[in-house]
């Protein structure tokens, strides 16, 4: 179906949740294909994810019958607001994880508005990091929406993340099947991987659940994967096949989904994730590593965007390098590699990236001095190469190389 299709969908319903609630003001995002529903002060009451919804709206077979969907569905979204009390909402809470890089967005630019006065820091969102790339906040769920919880509501309720989340894990864990609930994936009759089917939209939050994870029978260490909110997939370090399902459905989620989570497989160890290291010579390596680098590739330059427009007030306008992808040549073949360029500036930032290029800036353009990988440059640099409190990471690069230095990059 067309993006056209899905956009005029999400202009006739809002404009029957409009007739509904006319003080609401409703936000449509076509990347996420969902719409934001903000009351009359501003205040996010419910984000709609709208897939389901459009397949029941394409399923109605007159005007009339699409015309009751919409009404149907309207008059849902704008009498479910978050309730007033704690006591009403925590049977409905939920851990939600997404990428990091979605709840730094939202709550840097709750911090720049507080920063400059327009906003008291209400709207922010409480979270944990579960691991460097992927975040846990709390969501009260309803059928087809989702409401994020912030620090203003939490306040108003008069209870603490941590209290929160202990009950959204808890009414989790009242909505999970004791036993595996998924998909299974066998070699010569033997299970090796799984496929998460509990369809509620939080399927990647069941990985907080210890006894769930530990359901999965695998050879090895518990790997997992969480290509979005609504997908785990579990399999073993030592299962020949594994690594091959979770690349594809990596993959599949990075090239359908609009709000993929970052394409890292991880060990989980008794409740906590880390990256898993790929061994060299599996054959999803360079696979895994080239979905890796586009999507940091993606985030660094939704970052670089964001700190020239809204948050230039974080950088005091430095420049900002971009995250660039280069082909290089290795024994196994041409591999991608990450690479940004420091002109010769006073002071600019940088990606954490495998190269750095620096360069002379002239009338001309740009001319190469030297290229060293990252442990070179940081080892030359030293105290003048700090990393700054942002995510994704970057560095401020203090001052340009010496000629000795710019020598000693290129010998090493």
Request: aromatic letters at 10%; one cysteine or more; hydrophobic letters at 40%.
């Amino acid at each position: 179906m067309s993006a056209d299709a899905q956009e005029i969908f999400a202009s006739q319903l809002i404009e029957v949740m409009r007739v509904c609630r006319a003080e609401w003001n409703f936000l449509y995002d076509s990347d996420e294909f969902t719409i934001e529903a903000l009351d009359a002060r501003g205040t996010r009451q419910a984000v709609v994810r709208l897939d389901k919804l459009f397949t029941k709206y394409l399923a109605a077979t007159t005007d009339e019958g699409r015309q009751k969907v919409l009404l149907d569905f309207s008059k849902l979204i704008v009498s479910t607001g978050t309730p007033e009390t704690f006591e009403e909402a925590k049977k409905d809470l939920m851990p939600l994880i997404k990428d990091r890089w979605y709840v730094e967005v939202l709550n840097v630019s709750e911090k720049v508005a507080v920063a400059s006065g327009k906003s008291d820091g209400s709207m922010i969102l409480p979270s944990y990091n579960l691991s460097d790339e992927v975040s846990v906040m709390l969501s009260y769920e309803m059928p087809h929406v989702r409401s994020l919880i912030t620090n203003g509501k939490l306040k108003s309720w008069e209870v603490s993340f941590i209290d929160g989340m202990n009950h959204a894990v808890e009414s989790m864990r009242q909505k999970t099947a004791p036993k595996c609930n998924a998909m299974v994936y066998k070699d010569e009759s033997r299970p090796y991987a799984y496929i998460s089917s509990w369809e509620d939209g939080s399927d990647a939050s069941r990985v907080l659940l210890e006894d769930v994870m530990l359901s999965f029978p695998v050879f090895g260490e518990i790997v997992v994967a969480m290509p979005h909110a609504g997908e785990l997939v579990v399999t073993g370090s030592e299962e020949v096949h594994g690594l091959e399902l979770l690349l594809e459905r990596y993959t599949i989620a990075y090239q359908n989904e609009s709000r993929y989570l970052p394409p890292i497989p991880f060990v989980w160890r008794d409740g906590i994730l880390s990256r898993y290291s790929i061994p060299e010579n599996h054959c999803t390596f360079r696979a895994f590593e080239a979905l890796r680098h586009l999507w940091l590739q993606d985030i660094y330059g939704q970052q670089k965007k964001m700190l020239a427009t809204e948050w230039v007030s974080l950088t005091d306008g430095l420049h900002v390098s971009q995250y660039e992808l280069l082909e290089k040549e290795s024994f196994a073949g041409n591999v991608m590699v990450s690479n940004c360029t420091v002109p010769d500036m006073n002071a600019v930032l940088i990606p954490r990236t495998d190269l750095i290029t620096f360069c002379e800036v002239d009338t001309e353009g740009l001319h190469t001095r030297a290229v060293g990988t990252w442990a070179e440059v940081t080892q030359i640099l030293g105290s003048d190469l700090v990393e700054m409190d942002l995510y994704p990471k970057l560095y401020r690069v203090s001052r340009f190389p010496t000629t000795a230095e710019l020598r000693s990059i290129r010998e090493s």
